[in-house]
T-cell receptor, first 115, second 115 residues
Framework: QKEVEQNSGPLSVPEGAIASLNCTYS??????FFWYRQYSGKSPELIMF????GDKEDGRFTAQLNKASQYVSLLIRDSQPSDSATYLC???????????????FGRGTQLTVWP | GAVVSQHPSRVICKSGTSVKIECRSL??????MFWYRQFPKQSLMLMAT?????????EQGVEKDKFLINHASLTLSTLTVTSAHPEDSSFYIC???????????FGPGTRLTVL
């Protein structure tokens, strides 16, 4: 089982709709959860991070974390064509002997927002 | 804040030459830097983790004698691809993390093409 799993998509939504991106992780020791956006040919850009169960909102983006279900999601409200990109879910798990860890990435979900 | 730069952004070289890529944290001290490689339409693959002043920790399957990493200061890490071959052609991306913070910020990436 992979550390982090995402639907590869593609996910296609009309402009103005809500895009819902999902991610599951396998290790219950995971401590921090991140969503990155990656445009084609570019490096990942941090959108949101979440550490605690529940919802975290930042503008049009809402991250949701459910540690019991080992599930993280990202909702994008009022989707715009400029949101079209690959969204990477990443999970941090501490290395042995350290309080901080490395990131484990999912394969990414390709989102297309059409006008 | 949290800006990471990489240089060069693109490099084309002949097979057998060595290429050095620089990664700098511009507005924070990066106690840990990470080097990733990404092939087309694939997710990020962690190559190595470097802590300032220490030897880098390489992921399984990554040749440490081929990919030399130096993290001599809190704002600079370098990756040298020695005796590059066409199969080393890829998108190399660094990320940086500050002390006691679990968030990684990515540089813009370096696209390496080995002829």
């Amino acid at each position: 089982q992979k550390e982090v799993e995402q639907n590869s998509g593609p996910l296609s939504v009309p402009e103005g709709a809500i895009a819902s991106l999902n991610c599951t992780y396998s290790d219950r020791g995971s401590q921090s959860f991140f969503w990155y956006r990656q445009y084609s040919g570019k490096s990942p850009e941090l959108i949101m991070f979440i550490y605690s169960n529940g919802d975290k909102e930042d503008g049009r983006f809402t991250a949701q974390l459910n540690k019991a279900s080992q599930y993280v999601s990202l909702l994008i409200r009022d989707s715009q064509p400029s949101d079209s990109a690959t969204y990477l879910c990443a999970v941090s798990r501490a290395d042995r002997g350290s309080t901080l860890g490395r990131l484990y990435f999912g394969r990414g979900t390709q989102l297309t927002v059409w006008p | 804040g949290a800006v990471v730069s990489q240089h060069p952004s693109r490099v084309i070289c002949k097979s057998g030459t060595s290429v050095k890529i620089e990664c700098r944290s511009l507005d924070f001290q990066a106690t840990t830097m990470f080097w990733y490689r990404q092939f087309p339409k694939q997710s990020l693959m962690l190559m190595a983790t470097s802590n300032e002043g220490s030897k880098a920790t390489y992921e399984q399957g990554v040749e440490k004698d081929k990919f030399l990493i130096n993290h001599a200061s809190l704002t600079l890490s370098t990756l040298t691809v020695t005796s590059a071959h066409p199969e080393d052609s890829s998108f190399y991306i660094c990320s940086a993390r500050a002390r006691s913070v679990d968030t990684q910020y990515f540089g813009p990436g370096t696209r390496l093409t080995v002829l």
